[in-house]
């Protein structure tokens, strides 16, 4: 099975030619930027590289001829929005094996790949030492729940995660629901020096006020009505390592008190019980409401709420890492696909186009859901726009004002430079699209 590094920072470009290629027996690993292909070509093995032209840190002329300066014959393909004869020209000189301009269709695509392998192999046969591929590892599939994006809220959720972890700091993740909180809470436990101890997910929300003592802390037989046997307590089966209470706003006043205790005295006593019991555990908690504000209405504690914020971490909802959300949707898919036994390979063009105009109110919660359904529904390699859940065109038909890109495609992008002056970072931002999108759409209607 040949490896293929796919550099391409337009994600959604991206992830739908890597599902095509795997689908098509290739194994495949994607750099979004210069820097990250650098990196990657330095741990793992390569047979093939296919680069964009134009990329947010380099071009691929110039990665193409700082690649071949160490591994002549790995054979490489430029991709280009840009369809001229120079660049072409130039690209071979360069050292490139072929050249294909967007946008192509999949049997060029599979054509070009396997005439440069072939290539590839004549020139190894016809030699008597032949230069190394790149790298040392075979390519390693991800795994996990933690989705690491290329937003900048994502970067920065990513970096909080990586600082707070080895530590033993108490951490509070406040975010709208269905960001991830858990997934966050997760990761931060599994990257700290806790990460071979339980990790204990509790929903404070889910709990009776009259039932919390014993859910926390345990409770001996007949203790109270119901107690027919020795329990014990999240705290305690969390001991030597963490545990996560989601949604802690939602504790009664008295229950924050007992939590409080715990807390401060990292001693725990069971309902009934006479004996107290020593915990070590790190606390992590989530909200999404405003705790400071709670706390000034005197609905939430003062004194617990410092006691859990040694750290906090926002959790951004998906319109804040818009640019990720083509990475978590492949990453869904991916996930649907094992649950239901199916092999869709990615997104239509029209329900991509469909995500980046949502809105996504219940954010990551939504969107794993909307693509488990709709790879449910699909019969065919690609997610259409029919298996999509009708509050999709509801909100639509709600939003006839907004920029579309559906129809009149060239005239909408005349309409938005002209409401920026020709700012193009801000236009892309009206049409709701990336940057690198809005340049190949210029290109392709000659737009200047």
């Not at 000189?93 to 060029?108: H, L, M, Q, R, V």
């Not at 990761?187 to 404070?204: G, L, M, P, Y």
């Not at 726009?385 to 909408?412: I, R």
Request: glycine share 4%; with cysteine.
């Amino acid at each position: 099975m040949a490896k293929i590094l796919l550099i391409e920072d337009d994600v959604a470009f991206c992830k739908l030619l890597e599902k095509f290629l795997i689908k098509k027996s290739y194994d495949v690993m994607a750099a979004f930027s210069a820097a990250e292909a650098k990196s990657k070509i330095k741990s793992n093995e390569f047979d093939l590289v296919i680069t964009d032209l134009r990329l947010p840190d380099s071009d691929g002329i110039a990665l193409m001829s700082e690649i071949k300066l160490t591994h002549p014959n790995v054979p490489i393909i430029l991709m280009t929005g840009y369809s001229d004869v120079s660049t072409a020209v130039k690209a071979i000189k360069n050292g490139a094996t072929d050249y294909i301009s967007k946008p192509f269709n999949p049997e060029e695509v599979l054509l070009v790949i396997t005439n440069a392998l072939q290539i590839s192999n004549d020139k190894e046969t016809n030699q008597i030492v032949t230069a190394p591929k790149i790298g040392k590892q075979s390519v390693k599939k991800p795994t996990g729940e933690f989705v690491k994006g290329i937003s900048k809220a994502s970067q920065k959720l990513a970096e909080y995660i990586q600082l707070v972890s080895p530590t033993n700091m108490s951490v509070l993740i406040i975010g709208e629901s269905g960001t991830g909180k858990e997934v966050i809470a997760k990761s931060i436990h599994e990257n700290s020096s806790r990460k071979n101890t339980n990790f204990i997910a509790v929903d404070c929300g889910s709990i009776p006020k009259e039932l919390a003592a014993s859910e926390f802390f345990g409770h001996i037989k007949g203790s109270f009505t119901g107690a027919i046997q020795d329990k014990i307590g999240f705290f305690e089966a969390a001991n030597g390592g963490t545990i996560f209470l989601d949604e802690i706003g939602n504790l009664s006043y008295e229950n924050q008190i007992q939590l409080l205790r715990a807390l401060q005295e990292r001693k725990i006593k069971p309902v009934g019980s006479n004996k107290e019991i020593d915990v070590d555990i790190r606390i992590i908690t989530a909200t999404n409401e405003d705790l400071r504000e709670a706390v000034k209405n005197g609905d939430f504690r003062e004194d617990l709420y410092h006691r859990i914020n040694e750290f906090s971490i926002h959790s951004p909802s998906l319109v804040e890492r818009n640019e990720d959300l083509m990475i978590f949707s492949d990453f869904f898919l991916e996930k649907s696909n094992q649950e239901l036994n199916k092999n869709v390979i990615g997104f239509s063009s029209e329900v991509m186009t469909i995500f980046q105009n949502y809105r996504w109110p219940g954010n990551l919660r939504e969107l794993q859901n909307c693509i488990k359904r709709a790879t449910l529904l699909s019969q065919g390699d690609f997610i259409e726009k029919t298996a999509l859940p009708m509050e999709f065109f509801q909100n639509e038909d709600k939003k006839t004002t907004d920029f579309s890109l559906f129809e009149n495609e060239k005239e909408t992008i005349l309409e938005a430079l002209n409401q920026t002056n020709n700012n193009k970072s801000e236009a892309a931002k009206l049409l709701k699209i990336t940057r690198k999108t809005l340049y190949n759409k210029l290109n392709r209607y000659d737009i200047n």
